[in-house]
């Protein structure tokens, strides 16, 4: 006789020599619709950051973008310096943006959950993304939970898109863009594309927005795509 072990009632199935088989099958194929199942029902978790770079509007619309989605949970943190630039050029509350998300984590909180790899986070954006913040994620500065959780990403693995925000570049930023690129990140400028011919401010910020989710593997169609129909 050999026990099996059941995942999903914890307990051991015990099978004699004559029905070993047929119930090894049946209790096999019963896992891989409970392990189909789970993988069917688990959200994707995603963890948004927004520091003080300019471009506080495409963290906004990016969150506006996941809302509602019911296959992925949003989590969101910003920095003392992304709240004061919310305010400034979107006229925002960071309340309005954390009634959004799914969970809000203090930027000062470096024991939150997105801290530790053990977490199962799927992949973290930082949008807009300062090159302060970028420089500390390059060298290792893991201060605050941004940092922290993008240093965790990239040791992980993990998908981390920076959405740096700065212009002109010298030396020494296009150094630490390469060295994170070299860690893994995805380094993703908002620059516009024009091939859709845009007409409002909004449908800028909406075709970058949608080319940083693609960077994550979410889709969202929020403008035109080349050479792809209406």
């Known amino acids: 006789q050999h026990p099996i ?29 409970w392990a189909s199942m789970t993988k069917q029902t688990k959200k994707r978790r995603i963890l948004v950051a927004i ?12 969150l506006e973008m996941l809302r509602g989605s ?23 509350e960071a309340s309005e943006l954390e009634a959004m998300a799914d969970v809000v984590h203090s930027a000062a909180n470096v024991g939150a959950a997105p801290a530790s790899g053990s977490f199962r986070l799927d992949c973290m954006i930082i949008v807009p993304c300062s090159i302060k ?11 605050d939970l941004i940092s922290r959780a993008a240093d965790v990403m990239l040791k ?53 927005c949608m080319r940083m989710l693609d960077q994550l593997g979410i889709d969202v169609e929020a403008a035109p795509r080349w050479g792809e129909a209406d």
């Open 51 to 62: 520091t003080g770079a300019s471009g506080a509007i495409y963290g906004v619309r990016l």
């Open 156 to 208: 992980e693995r993990r998908n981390l898109v920076l959405a740096v925000r700065e212009t002109p570049l010298h030396w020494g930023h296009l150094e630490t863009l390469a060295r994170l690129a070299k860690l893994g990140a995805v380094i993703f400028p908002p620059l516009p594309g024009f091939y859709h011919n845009p007409e409002t401010i909004d449908e800028i910020v909406d075709q970058s």
């Open 133 to 143: 913040t970028a420089s500390n994620i390059a060298y290792g500065n893991t201060a």
């Open 70 to 92: 019911s296959n992925i949970e949003v989590h969101l943190t910003l920095s003392k310096a992304g709240r004061l630039t919310l305010g400034a050029e979107c006229s925002r």
């Open 5 to 33: 072990a059941s995942p999903r009632q914890g307990v051991q199935i015990t099978l004699s020599s004559s029905g070993r088989r047929a119930n090894i099958g049946n209790q096999l194929h019963d896992l891989g619709k």
